[in-house]
């Protein structure tokens, strides 16, 4: 099991509130990632972090907002929650460099359903 | 963009048989990762392969790498009931600011 976890598991929401997913980790890895994952279809890169104060848009423009001010850290910020924000949202942490690749270890993931 | 394309995008087997996967990539990379997803669950990394490996063992599990096609293949052997799963292919670029680029992943079903 690795060391990332992720809160709440499941959230159901009205349009227009505010939340924030928890995801923190205690292997002290620098860099951190959240990717958003339709039912049954791929992972798709949203934010990116390569420690504190690092913060990076990934390849799919997302609506959310991320900070990292401590490296166990890595919250994701939606300000107004839609319908169409409804999805998994995954974490993960990984070290920042290692020769020939590192691997990344993920938590179980935020159920995000916007009613 | 995703880089990695699995195939098959399903696979039904009985117990006992070996499931092969196939993932596609299109552009140079440093290595190439497999991870398993239980429904509704994170990902759990399998094996990582380096570009200059051919080949890699863990377990019940092989996983070989042709760079020349742009192309790995992961083989569970001897399949159980609990590997029903889905399996995704991750290729990354080394370094710092590489990061994983993950497929579309192949929905395996082991019966017993």
């Known amino acids: 099991e690795a060391d990332i976890y992720q809160t709440p598991r499941y959230l159901v929401i009205g349009t227009g509130k505010k939340i924030t997913l928890e995801c923190s980790q205690t292997?002290?890895?620098?860099?951190m990632y959240w990717y958003q994952q339709d039912p049954g279809m791929e992972l798709h890169l949203i934010h990116y972090?390569?420690?504190?104060?690092?913060?990076e848009k990934g390849d799919l423009s997302s609506e959310s907002t991320v900070s990292r001010i401590r490296t166990e850290h890595f919250p994701l910020t939606l300000e107004s929650a839609r319908p169409s924000h409804t999805s998994q949202y995954l974490c993960?942490?990984?070290?920042?460099f290692g020769t020939g690749g590192t691997e990344a270890f993920f938590g179980q993931g935020t159920r995000l359903t916007v009613v | 963009s995703q880089q990695g394309e699995e195939d098959p995008q399903a696979l039904s087997i009985q117990e006992g048989e070996n499931a092969t996967m196939n993932c596609s990539y299109k552009?140079?990379?440093?290595?190439l990762q497999w991870y398993r997803q239980n429904s509704g669950r994170g990902l759990v990394h399998l094996i990582l392969?380096?570009?200059?490996?051919r080949e890699k063992h863990s377990g019940r599990l092989r996983v070989t790498l042709d760079t020349s096609k742009k192309s790995s293949s992961l083989l569970i052997t001897a399949s159980r009931a609990a590997d029903t799963a889905s399996y995704f292919c991750?290729?990354?670029?080394?370094?710092?600011?590489?990061?994983?680029?993950f497929g579309k992943g192949t929905k395996l079903s082991v019966k017993p």
């Open positions: 991750a290729t990354g670029l080394g370094g710092s600011q590489g990061n994983l680029i």
């Open positions: 972090s390569y420690g504190v104060n690092s913060t």
């Open positions: 392969i380096r570009s200059n490996e």
């Open positions: 993960a942490s990984s070290i920042l």
């Open positions: 552009t140079s990379i440093n290595n």
């Open positions: 292997m002290g890895h620098d860099k």
